[in-house]
């Protein structure tokens, strides 16, 4: 079985700019959730999707938004990015509790 | 300016020991903890998973301890290999599938 893809793997924007990341789950996965890592916070969970309905949400501004298809593919999207946006995000699916990470993909906000 | 990072307490083991991870969670209405390994450049990979209605269980060199009293988790992992280090993070479930991680610990393996 194929796992979690994320794309893109790497990607460098300026401030103010917004951006829009995609993670494709494993195959018969219906839920998909959002994680962002950063040296000082770890990791911190941003939301879940699961049917196309966002299940759970974190913490985080409305400049951080998601949503899901009904293929489950899910895309995040961060709007007016700042520096401290620049961070590794994981995407993960899962058909119960065990959630299974993609690779990520890393923003650099300049 | 520069943010500051993490300071990951770090665990340093020799090749073939025992290693014994420690992490203390928040939530006592939890009721499934797992946890990851992490390798630089990748994302975490599942290593084994616990429920609250047990307080040990064991996989391929990995155990899982819960006590639920103190709200700890620990991980051991048997005979210890340089393919073990890793970041190690344990986590718990809050609502849905949704998880809360820990900090993480830095496990180095010396040959």
């Known amino acids: 079985k194929a796992g979690v893809t994320q794309t893109p793997r790497y990607l460098i924007k300026t401030r103010g700019q917004q951006v829009t990341l995609s993670c494709s789950p494993i195959s018969g996965h219906r839920s998909v959730s959002w994680y962002q890592q950063t040296p000082g916070q770890g990791l911190q969970f941003l939301f879940e999707?699961?049917?196309?309905?966002?299940?759970n949400k974190g913490n985080f501004p409305g400049r951080f938004s998601g949503r899901q298809f009904s293929n489950s593919r899910s895309e995040m999207n961060v709007s007016t990015l700042e520096l401290g946006d620049s961070a590794l995000y994981l995407c993960a699916s899962s058909l119960a509790y065990e959630q299974f990470f993609g690779p990520g993909t890393r923003l650099t906000v300049l | 300016g520069e943010s500051v990072g993490l300071h990951l307490p770090t665990l340093s083991v020799q090749e073939g020991d025992n290693s014994i991870i420690n992490c203390a969670y928040s939530n006592s209405a939890s009721d499934y903890f797992i946890w990851y390994k992490q390798e630089s450049g990748k994302g975490p990979q599942f290593i084994i998973d616990?429920?609250?209605?047990?307080d040990k269980r064991q996989g391929q060199r990995v155990t899982v301890l819960l006590n639920k009293t103190v709200k700890h988790l620990s991980l051991q992992i048997a005979a210890t290999q340089p393919g073990d280090s890793a970041v190690y993070f344990c986590?718990?479930?809050?609502?849905?599938?949704?998880?809360?991680f820990g900090k993480g610990t830095s496990l180095l393996v010396t040959p």
């Open positions: 986590a718990e479930n809050f609502s849905g599938y949704a998880l809360n």
């Open positions: 616990i429920r609250s209605n047990m």
């Open positions: 999707y699961f049917s196309e309905t966002q299940r």
